[in-house]
């Protein structure tokens, strides 16, 4: 892949696998707002909870929970966060397999990488430090620092900041986002099926891809 030198990765469903930490944060999020102001949330279903990774976070509580009222948003949220960063501090999280070795061997092949996700800056934080992939990037972006909610932005920010030109530029990812995102910038997009998408919500990439290795091996050779 010549013409491209900088790779843009998602976080959740891309990097790292987040269903053990979302649905447990949740879990206990709902239990203890709930001890707190009584019977106030009503328990989301599994895929409720995990079709709203990949919003941002604002947006994902208003989604998992569309009955809950405005006053215990930003409690659950901010309940939901703690409770993700005990369950990753706990070893409940892992990234994805094969992830540490496509980062070493995409920086080997001399591109430059980045994230982008819609989660909050603590989240990306804690995410990146606690596996220790941050020294990979050469920039990490999310949607709560950057008061955006479209993913075009944050992959402009990224290639603007490392002087990447957009057809220069690869987004991948596993959420529709991603791929829009990819369009609105001018960017590629390579769309991963082990996140939290099917293959058909990933029809729009420009390549879609079933593991780690296949994205090193298309890099390598992808006119």
Not at 85 to 95: H, I, N, P, S, Y
Not at 169 to 177: I, S
């Amino acid at each position: 892949m010549a013409n491209v030198d900088l790779v843009i990765l998602d976080l959740d469903g891309t990097l790292y696998s987040s269903t053990a930490t979302t649905l447990g944060a949740v879990e206990r999020a709902v239990r203890d707002l709930n001890e707190r102001h009584g019977d106030v949330a009503a328990p989301p279903s599994d895929d409720l909870v995990l079709s709203g990774v990949g919003a941002t976070r604002e947006d994902f509580a208003r989604k998992v929970f569309p009955a809950l009222a405005e006053e215990y948003i930003e409690e659950i949220d901010d309940l939901i966060w703690h409770w993700e960063r005990t369950l990753v501090d706990d070893g409940q999280g892992a990234l994805f397999p094969g992830a540490v070795r496509a980062l070493g061997e995409m920086r080997e092949m001399g591109f430059l990488l980045g994230v982008a996700t819609n989660a909050g800056s603590g989240y990306m934080n804690h995410i990146l430090d606690h596996f220790e992939i941050r020294p990979f990037f050469d920039d990490a972006r999310c949607a709560g620092e950057e008061r955006t909610s479209h993913k075009g932005k944050l992959i402009d920010l990224i290639r603007e900041r490392l002087s990447v030109a957009p057809g220069r530029t690869v987004m991948v990812g596993d959420r529709h986002t991603d791929i829009y995102g990819a369009r609105a910038a001018g960017a590629l997009a390579v769309g991963c099926t082990w996140g939290f998408a099917s293959r058909d919500e990933l029809k729009d990439a420009d390549r879609v891809i079933d593991n780690f290795a296949q994205l090193t091996n298309l890099l390598r050779s992808w006119p």
